[in-house]
Structure formats: structure tokens, C-alpha cells
């Protein structure tokens, strides 16, 4: 239990710096391309999502998995196999899909996205797909482990040299045209996640209790019964979320001929999307660096309870990952949505797309909730499970979209509808599947406080910002109404004992504590 809550708070603590270096790269980069260039940017980027779940084929999940199963025997040997075995899988594929990427970028921008500027930025992020492939590997035998700090020291790195060179480079390459400015990020992202990388590769050189090189292409004759355990969670793992990532690849496609029925203009068209998906949706996403730590570290340590066949450690980790999702998604929405227009103004310079926060806010309480769930099912080998779950759900998604979209009266708040359901109907989907595995006990009066404390901080938010001095700067009302709402909203939550439990301070003092030490 103390690792599990060691490891959640490392990858916190990190979630939390990336998140705002990532909000700063977003800023930098709103402001330097516009709606536009974002709208290109987010146009191109599923493709490469779709790319590198291909290539990681699910692997990075159904490695920490198996590295923590042989860590509990204390089987090197074995963990020394699943690394082999992962890095010759990956960059095989990586060497496939690499050059394919590239070949098939213009017919992608010209054909499907209806827009050729994309080809640009399709070209740029090509050589990123070997490097995550690698890295992937990496990260998931660190997280295996249950030794979370590489993982999340990488991430931080990524993001700082990311947002060193965004900037130099979309000024740079904006003088050619908006597509090539949209490039420039798309490069700098490239850069980020190659020294992340070399990190990663230092850190497990320093570490490791084996030479990974020795006998290298024997283990990978000799892996095909590792190769089998891996792709027994890695392929159903991986159809989780290569459902998703066709979903998103699709989905600026969908949007791009809904919206052109709906009688928009291809640039208008691209703006919007940019609005909903560059601007929108990271605000949206924000307390996902939470439900990330979470689901990261649920993986191993409930693939160790199960292991052991401990069903009330898997329900306490479940309902400690439940009950922080609930609570800080549930603070992340009351802040969003009394002050969408404020952020989005103070932010990128524009109010365009607060109404997308203000329309999907409530909805997005699910989502918080969904990383957790996955998590949890792929950890106790429910991950096909998982998959039907998110093939139902996209499914519906582009349906709704597509018609919502094309109906001139909804147009691009379609496409945020169909986002929204889709994503409350896989949140339901695995709930269900989880609760046919588990033991588990709903505290309804947990989630009733909840939702009074969000209603009375909300309109402490709405009532505080009407009564603040206009001639006060945007940034510093929008820091006064949410620190007081923040305030208001842990306040609450402690004295309701909802974010701490008495039990759990011990726990929690002895992992700050380990956590300080080193």
C-alpha cells in the first residue's frame, strides 16, 4: 500500500508541473498561430496518436503488469526477458509505421482532412513514432517496479525542453505560412520527448540489476512464451485503446464533412475545431495528470493484490482512486465553469470556446473517473472487457457527431455532445464490468456531500465574481475567486472527511515523510 501511495504521489507531483508547463506550451502556442494554426496542429495530431498505439501495441500496460508479477518472485531473469522482448517488438513496428506515416501524409491532408496545410505537421511528428516506442518500453518497467520518480522526472524534462524551443520555433517558421508554424511545435515536441528519452535510457543503465545487451537476440528466439504473456493483456489492452485513437482519427475527418453539410467553410471549420480541441478541451483535462497518477500506479499494485487473490486491498485501492477522482474533478469543474470566459481571455487572448467548457463541464465528471476504472479492469485481465467498452462508446461518439454536426442548428456544439456521451457511456460500461469482478461497496452519502459541496462553492464562485472591482487586473480576480473557492471547497471536503480519512493519515505522514528523505 505505502508504494502504491508513493508511487500516485510522485507521478502528483510531477502531473501537477507538467501540467502547467503543458498550459504555458499551449498558451505560447495559441498566441503564436491562433485558432487556425491550432486547429491544424490538433487536426494532425491523432494520426500520430493512432501511429504510436500501434506501435506500442499496448505493451507499456501489459509490461508493468509482468514486470510486477516477476518482481514479487524475484525473477530477473524473467524481467530481463519481457524488456527484450518489448524493445524488439517495438522498434520493429516503429520501422514500419515510420516511413508509412510519411508516405501517406499527403493523401491524408488532401483527402481526408480536406485540408493539405496538414501534410506539414503529419511530416514533422513522423520521427517521434521510434522514439515513444523505446521510451514506452522503458517507462513501463519503471512502473512495473512500482518506482514511479524516472517516469515522472521524464515527463517534466520532456516538457521543459518542449517549451524551450516552441517558441523559438513557431517564430521562426511563421513567416512561410501558418502550416509550417504548426510544424515548428510539432518539432519541438519531437526534441522534448528525444531527451526524455536519453534520461530514461540513463536512469535504467544506472539501475538495472542485469545487462540488457548480453544475449540479446537469444532471449528474443528464446521469448516466445514472454511474447504470448505479454500480448494475453498487451493485445486487448492495446485494442482499448487503439479504438479510441481510430475514434480521434477519424474525428476531425467527421468533423471536417459534418460541419461542411452543416453549410461551414473548410477555415471556418478548421477554427472551430481548434477552439473545441486546442482550447477547450486541456482546460477539461486538467485534473487528468490526477487520474493518470492513479491509473499508473493502480496497475501494478492491484495486478500484486490479485496476484495474491487480496480482494480487500484491490476495493480499498479502487475506492481510494474513486474518491480522489471524485474530489478533484469535482473541484476542477466548479472553477472551469465559473470562470470559463475569464480563463480563455487571460489565457489565449480570446473568449472563443468558453461555451464548450460551460456545455461539457458536468459531463466530464465521468471522465475522471474512466482512467482509474480502465485501469483497474486491465490489472485484473478484464482488458477485452475494457476494449468492447470503448468500442461501444466511439462508436456511439462518431454517430452523434456526425448527426449532431451536419444539423446547422447544433454544428460544432454537436461535436461536443457526441464527445460527452461518449464518454459517459464508457465510464458506465466499465463500471458495470468492474463491479461483475469485485466486491463493491457504493457510499452514496460520499457522492451526495460531494455534490453539495460543488453546488455551494460554485455559487460562491458566480457571487464573488460579480462583487469583485472590475478595475482590478483579469489575473488577479481570476486568483482571487479560485483560491477562495478552492479554499472553500477543501474546507469543506476535510471537515466532511471526504479527502482524508483517519486511517489514512498515518499512511499518508510515513509516505511524505520517505518521500522528503530522498
Request: charged content about 15%; hydrophobic content about 55%.
Amino acid at each position: 500500500m505505502s508504494k502504491f501511495l508513493k508511487g500516485t504521489f510522485i507521478l502528483l507531483m510531477a502531473g501537477l508541473v507538467t501540467r502547467v508547463l503543458g498550459f504555458i506550451n499551449r498558451i505560447v502556442i495559441a498566441r503564436s498561430i491562433g485558432e487556425e494554426g491550432v486547429g491544424l496542429y490538433m487536426m494532425a495530431f491523432p494520426t500520430l496518436v493512432l501511429v504510436v498505439t500501434i506501435t506500442q501495441l499496448g505493451l507499456p500496460v501489459a509490461i508493468s503488469k509482468n514486470v510486477a508479477e516477476a518482481e514479487a518472485r524475484g525473477d530477473f531473469r524473467k524481467i530481463k526477458k519481457i524488456l527484450v522482448v518489448s524493445l524488439a517488438t517495438t522498434i520493429s513496428l516503429s520501422i514500419v509505421f515510420t516511413p508509412a506515416l510519411i508516405f501517406l501524409a499527403p493523401y491524408l491532408s488532401e483527402t481526408l482532412f480536406t485540408d493539405p496545410r496538414t501534410q506539414w505537421p503529419l511530416l514533422a511528428i513522423a520521427p517521434i513514432v521510434p522514439i515513444v516506442a523505446v521510451s514506452s518500453v522503458l517507462r513501463g518497467y519503471f512502473q512495473g517496479r512500482q518506482n514511479m520518480r524516472p517516469s515522472a522526472i521524464s515527463q517534466v524534462i520532456e516538457q521543459l525542453v518542449r517549451i524551450t524551443l516552441i517558441a523559438v520555433l513557431t517564430k521562426t517558421f511563421m513567416p512561410y505560412g501558418i502550416e509550417y508554424a504548426a510544424a515548428g511545435a510539432m518539432i519541438a515536441s519531437v526534441i522534448g520527448e528525444l531527451i526524455s528519452l536519453f534520461y530514461l535510457m540513463t536512469t535504467f543503465k544506472l539501475r538495472k540489476k542485469f545487462r540488457l545487451r548480453n544475449n540479446f537476440f537469444q532471449f528474443v528466439h528464446s521469448g516466445k512464451s514472454t511474447f504470448n504473456d505479454l500480448m494475453r493483456i498487451a493485445l486487448p489492452t492495446t485494442g482499448s485503446r487503439l479504438i479510441g485513437s481510430v475514434s480521434w482519427f477519424f474525428e476531425p475527418i467527421v468533423v471536417a464533412h459534418s460541419l461542411a453539410i452543416a453549410g461551414v467553410a473548410a477555415v471556418a471549420a478548421t477554427k472551430q475545431y481548434g477552439a473545441l480541441t486546442g482550447f477547450a478541451m486541456p482546460l477539461l483535462l486538467l485534473p487528468s495528470f490526477i487520474t493518470y497518477s492513479l491509473s499508473t500506479s493502480l496497475v501494478p499494485a492491484i495486478s500484486e493484490a490479485n496476484s495474491r487473490k487480496n480482494m480487500k486491498i484491490i476495493e480499498h485501492l479502487l475506492q481510494q482512486s474513486l474518491r480522489f477522482s471524485l474530489l478533484t474533478g469535482g473541484l476542477a469543474i466548479v472553477v472551469l465553469y465559473v470562470l470559463a470566459e475569464p480563463l480563455m481571455t487571460l489565457m489565449y487572448g480570446t473568449a472563443n470556446g468558453s461555451q464548450f467548457i460551460k456545455l461539457m463541464a458536468p459531463f466530464f465528471l465521468f471522465y475522471y473517473f474512466q482512467g482509474p476504472l480502465q485501469a483497474a479492469l486491465q490489472a485484473l485481465d478484464l482488458a477485452r472487457a475494457a476494449m468492447i467498452n470503448s468500442l461501444i462508446g466511439n462508436l456511439v461518439k462518431t454517430a452523434v457527431i456526425f448527426l449532431l454536426a451536419s444539423q446547422p442548428a447544433f454544428g460544432i456544439n454537436g461535436v461536443a455532445l457526441g464527445m460527452v456521451m461518449g464518454i459517459v457511456l464508457i465510464t458506465l460500461l466499465h463500471f458495470a464490468t468492474m463491479l461483475k469482478a469485485v466486491s463493491f461497496t457504493f457510499y452514496v452519502r460520499d457522492y451526495v456531500k460531494v455534490l453539495a459541496i460543488i453546488i455551494l462553492s460554485g455559487s460562491l464562485g458566480f457571487l464573488l465574481w460579480d462583487w469583485l472591482d472590475e478595475s482590478l487586473s483579469l489575473a488577479l480576480r481570476i486568483l482571487i475567486n479560485a483560491g477562495t473557492v478552492t479554499c472553500l471547497y477543501l474546507s469543506l471536503s476535510l471537515a466532511l472527511s471526504l479527502l482524508i480519512r483517519k486511517n489514512e493519515l498515518s499512511k499518508l505522514r510515513s509516505v511524505l515523510a520517505s518521500f522528503l528523505k530522498k
